[in-house]
């Protein structure tokens, strides 16, 4: 049974930076993509950054600068954030993809940036 698990969210005073790291498990295949998407109150979950196997990582233009996303060699993703702002305040999730039409997500992890 796959598992992905979130840590390091927070609250953070902005300008700051914060860690988050995910690690799925439950699978000896290596996931095709794995991302973070954040969701905040009363608007719809979006992505942030995605890493696909083969090297591409694609960022949401917001946070294209201040996010970075790193993958080790398997199934555990990192995305560091600096210089956060208070509208990245949301719950960040992590999504693992072994295929088109098979997601696994996170419990997600509150980030909140006050000002």
């Known amino acids: 049974q796959v598992q992905v698990v979130e840590s390091g969210g927070g609250l953070v005073q902005a300008g700051g930076s914060l860690r988050l790291s995910c690690a799925a498990s439950?699978?000896?295949?290596?996931?095709?993509?794995m991302g973070w998407y954040r969701q905040a109150p009363g608007k719809q979950r979006e992505l942030v950054a995605v890493?696909?196997?083969?090297?591409?990582t694609d960022y949401a233009d917001s946070v294209k600068g201040r996010f970075a996303l790193s993958r080790d060699a398997r199934n555990t993703v990192y995305l560091q954030m600096n210089s956060l702002k208070p509208e990245d305040t949301a719950v960040y999730y992590c999504?693992?993809?072994?295929?088109?039409?098979?997601?696994?997500w996170g419990q997600g992890t509150q980030v909140t940036v006050s000002s």
């Open positions: 890493n696909r196997r083969g090297g591409s």
């Open positions: 999504r693992a993809s072994l295929g088109p039409m098979t997601h696994y």
């Open positions: 439950g699978t000896t295949f290596t996931f095709n993509s």
